[in-house]
């Protein structure tokens, strides 16, 4: 984005491929620069793969989508989230197509919010015009026919889904076969009257960052296009655009594309992500109303006749468990008095936060119970959670926090209004089955595990960087076993390696000094350690959190898109931060192999008749 400022656009789109995981973090920055640049328009997309099936052994076509609105925003990540769930592994590379029949179907829903373009070379109707122009060359009538109608079914496909919103794209290149391809695209936006555009399909900042990018595909496994197909994607100023045109259009017809070009940016308004964090709630007990006649807990009595469905259960459930402890009177009312106190705090943190935060509580009750039905013990409680009598009391945690004298203010205070965060122990085994129990409950998509990113460390730097080097001397890439060696020069402190520049540089701050036999070793490498420097921090790999879950109800696509792990996990694109910001809750349920043990003593012990039969939650607190 500050590259794009910096050479004088008046816009950008950011679509990576199938991917919204840059979203909040671009959409963030957008907000933060409106002010500066009122002008700059920052368009959040995605770059799909778009086929007929999911066969294999096929081609993959780009296809590019651009969200014109927050409700285009939808749109996409609904899109996106039905390629990932039906994704699948071919020629060793993970692949993602959406089809054309979800595409159109789902658009359905969301006409004139979404712009489409053809995207780059690689796209159905690039792929096709080169085939065209090979069958036109050879005389092949029977080809011709076939991709001429392949490209009339295409555009006549597009148009219909994306109307006015539809754009043929061109792309600025002196190579022979963009220029074929780009001179073509003119001639059938002419004869269907599509608008066209450009698309520099930046993947690298600028021609001297070609290398890296180079190296870094050199470094991947799988069927990938080759070196030549990325040679003019980066960003570029305009005249650099107008110059590579020029191979393939005179001046009028430029100065149309980049009118056509600027007319996407106009439609693109600005919307911010970012929303008030809700929280997921559940169906509980309709308490009708009562008169909580004892004026020294006015939350409670509050509570109690309240409108709110999810308060009165709240204070009933709470007020119903502390009865039935059959207290001496001064213990109950002062037990009272402390849920009083906790009542007052819940409220006061959620009407700062708009929210109803006893919600938060009855949900975490209602699936507690839930893991008892599915199994597996719970854990008695982490953390400051346990100071709150009202969490013990909903059995969300196990030690009563007056006998233990634990600090209620730990977990929840005025001070600090903010939504809590409850870890809960589960049995590891268990775990499947409970997720599937919540999911039948909830839909597909109520349960989805938050994602996590993993980057380029250092020591992973290196050895990609070797991988993906390339040199006269080195044609197909440095050693594994050279590669190891270097990496095995990077220092540690704490279990941190030192970073990259650390190691070349030193850092006067942290009193470190250069590696001099990383240094001498890879100055031996020309061009090696520019590579390193620059792939260092990129996004490599994604997971999913170790516990983070998120409940989504109705419509999930107005906060998420989801993708799948490599295990196969479903998760959601974007990680914990940028859940939260776009208004996700998190709950937390980590697995204890403990708990596993635990469960097998309890069985074993009622199986030999050494402790009474009973269910498992009964038995676990005799």
């Known amino acids: 984005i500050d590259k794009a400022i910096e050479l004088g656009l008046n816009g950008i789109a950011i679509t990576d491929h199938e991917c919204l995981g840059a979203w909040i973090e671009v959409n963030q920055y957008a907000k933060k620069i409106k002010e500066k640049y009122p002008d700059f328009i920052i368009g959040l997309g995605n770059e799909i793969y778009l086929t007929e099936t999911r066969d294999r052994n096929q081609k993959y076509y780009h296809f590019l989508l651009i969200a014109k609105d927050e409700i285009g925003a939808m749109a996409l990540k609904e899109l996106s989230s039905i390629a990932w769930k039906n994704s699948y592994t071919d020629r060793l590379m993970e692949r993602v197509p959406l089809l054309k029949s979800e595409l159109k179907e789902v658009m359905k829903k969301y006409q004139g919010h979404v712009i489409a373009t053809s995207a780059c070379i690689g796209s159905e109707i690039g792929s096709s015009i080169l085939s065209l122009t090979k069958a036109e060359k050879n005389q092949e009538q029977e080809e011709i026919d076939f991709y001429h109608e392949k ?38 936006a002419k004869s269907f009257n599509v608008k066209m555009c450009i698309g520099t399909d930046a993947h690298y900042l600028s021609k001297e960052d070609r290398f ?165 013990i719970v854990g008695p409680g982490r953390g400051s959670a346990t100071g709150y009598l009202s969490n013990y009391l909903l059995g969300i945690t196990q030690l009563d926090p007056i006998e233990w004298d634990l600090k209620w ?34 839909g597909e998509l109520g349960l989805v595990q938050v994602c996590t990113y993993g980057t380029e460390g250092t020591k992973n730097c290196i050895l990609s960087a070797c991988r993906g080097y390339r040199s006269e001397e ?69 997971s999913s959190h170790a516990s983070g879950v998120i409940f989504y109800d109705e419509n999930p696509y107005k906060t998420a898109a989801f993708m799948k792990t490599p295990s196969g996990d479903l998760v959601t694109q ?36 050494v402790i009474e039969q009973g269910d498992l939650r009964t038995t676990y607190n005799k």
């Open 212 to 376: 890296v990018h180079k190296a870094y595909l050199n470094s991947k496994n799988g069927e990938r296009e080759i070196d030549m197909f990325y040679e003019f994607t980066y960003l570029m100023t305009e005249q650099e655009v107008r110059e590579l045109l020029s191979y393939s259009f005179d001046n009028e017809t430029i100065d149309w594309i980049i009118e056509c070009s600027n007319e996407i940016k106009d439609k693109i308004t600005f919307y911010d992500l970012g929303k008030k964090q809700s929280i997921p709630q559940v169906q509980v007990t309709d308490y009708p109303k009562l008169n909580f006649r004892n004026e020294l807990y006015p939350t409670l009595k509050e509570l109690f006749s309240s409108d709110n469905i999810q308060e009165r259960y709240w204070v009933n459930e709470c007020y119903n468990a502390l009865e039935a402890k059959h207290f001496s009177n001064d213990k109950f009312y002062q037990y009272l008095a402390q849920l009083e106190i906790e009542a007052d705090v819940i409220k006061f943190i959620g009407n700062k936060l708009e929210t109803c935060l006893f919600a938060y509580f009855n949900t975490f009750k209602h699936y507690i119970d839930l893991f008892w039905e599915c199994g597996s």
């Open 474 to 542: 080195f044609p197909d890439g440095i050693d594994v076993d050279q590669a190891q060696y270097l990496s095995s020069l990077i220092p540690q402190e704490r279990g941190f390696l030192w970073s990259l520049h650390d190691v070349v540089y030193g850092n006067a701050d942290l009193e470190r000094k250069p590696v001099s036999s990383f240094v001498t070793a890879i100055n031996s490498y020309p061009g090696l350690l520019d590579i390193m420097l620059r792939i260092e921090g990129l996004i490599n790999k994604r």
């Open 574 to 609: 974007w990680d914990l931060h940028a859940q939260e910001y776009a208004g996700d809750t998190k709950y937390d349920f980590l697995v204890t192999e403990i708990s596993d043990k635990i469960i097998q003593c309890l069985t074993l012990l009622q199986k030999d008749k």
């Open 409 to 442: 203010w730990r977990f929840l205070n005025k001070e600090r209004a903010e939504l809590p965060d409850i870890d809960i122990d589960l049995a590891p085994s268990r775990r499947p089955k409970i997720f599937e129990a919540i999911r039948k409950e909830r």
């Open 151 to 188: 490209i009339v079914n295409y555009i006549q496909f597009c148009s219909d889904v994306f109307k006015d919103d539809f754009y043929i794209e061109c792309a600025p290149a002196s190579s022979n076969e963009q220029v074929i391809v780009n001179k073509r695209l003119y001639k059938i």
